[in-house]
C-alpha cells in the first residue's frame, strides 16, 4: 500500500471505497476488521460463528458505505453495524433462547466486586464465550457497548426489567466462572 494511503482520512477512505478503490477496500478491511472480529468475538460462542458473523458485517459495511454520513466517528458506525449483524445472527439461530433457566445460574457467590485486571483479554473473552448466549448479549451490549436497559430491551423486544435481570445474571454466572477457573 502506498504511503499517501495509509495516511488517508476515514472521509477520503470512504470515498475512495465508493468508487471501487480496491487498495482503498483492502485498507479499509485491514484498519477495522481486527476491531470488528473482537466485536463478533464477543457475542458468539465460537470463533466460526464469530468469523460468519463478520463476513456478513463486512459485506453490510461494504454495501452501506454510501450511507455513511460523516457525522460521528466512522469506526462507531462500523461497530454499530457489527453489533447488530451479531444480534441478527442470534435471532435467526432459534435453538438458542435468551433465558437461561436459573438452574444453570449459580448464585453461591458471596463477593461483591472482583478484579480482573490480572486476567488477560483472551482469559476474559473465554470466560465470556462459556455464559448462555442471552447473558453474553445483554452483558455485551451493556457493559461493554454502553447500551442503556431501554435501549436493549428495545433492540431485543424484551422488557427493561428482563434486561437488568439478565445482566445480573450474566456477572454472577461470569464471576462463578473466573472462581470456577481460579482466574479470581
Request: aromatic share 8%; proline share 1%; hydrophobic share 40%.
Amino acid at each position: 500500500m502506498k504511503a499517501e494511503a495509509l495516511n488517508m482520512s476515514d472521509e477520503e477512505l470512504v470515498k475512495q471505497c465508493i468508487n471501487g478503490n480496491q487498495g482503498a477496500q483492502k485498507l479499509l478491511f485491514d484498519k477495522y476488521s481486527s476491531m470488528m472480529f473482537g466485536v463478533c468475538l464477543r457475542y458468539s460462542s465460537s470463533k466460526a460463528d464469530a468469523e460468519d458473523i463478520l463476513q456478513e458485517a463486512l459485506v453490510k459495511v461494504f454495501n452501506k458505505l454510501n450511507k455513511y454520513s460523516g457525522l460521528g466517528s466512522f469506526e462507531g458506525w462500523i461497530r454499530r453495524i457489527t453489533v447488530n449483524t451479531a444480534l441478527d445472527f442470534i435471532r435467526k439461530n432459534k435453538k438458542r433462547q435468551l433465558n437461561a433457566s436459573l438452574e444453570e445460574v449459580g448464585y453461591g457467590i458471596k463477593k461483591e466486586q472482583f478484579v480482573v485486571e490480572e486476567l488477560t483479554a483472551k482469559e476474559l473473552m473465554k470466560i465470556i464465550q462459556k455464559i448462555p448466549t442471552g447473558y453474553r448479549t445483554i452483558f455485551n451490549m451493556y457493559a461493554i457497548e454502553g447500551y442503556s436497559h431501554k435501549e436493549i430491551a428495545q433492540e431485543l423486544s424484551i422488557s427493561e426489567s428482563t434486561s437488568k435481570s439478565q445482566l445480573s445474571r450474566a456477572r454472577a454466572t461470569i464471576k462463578e466462572l473466573l472462581i470456577k477457573n481460579k482466574l479470581i
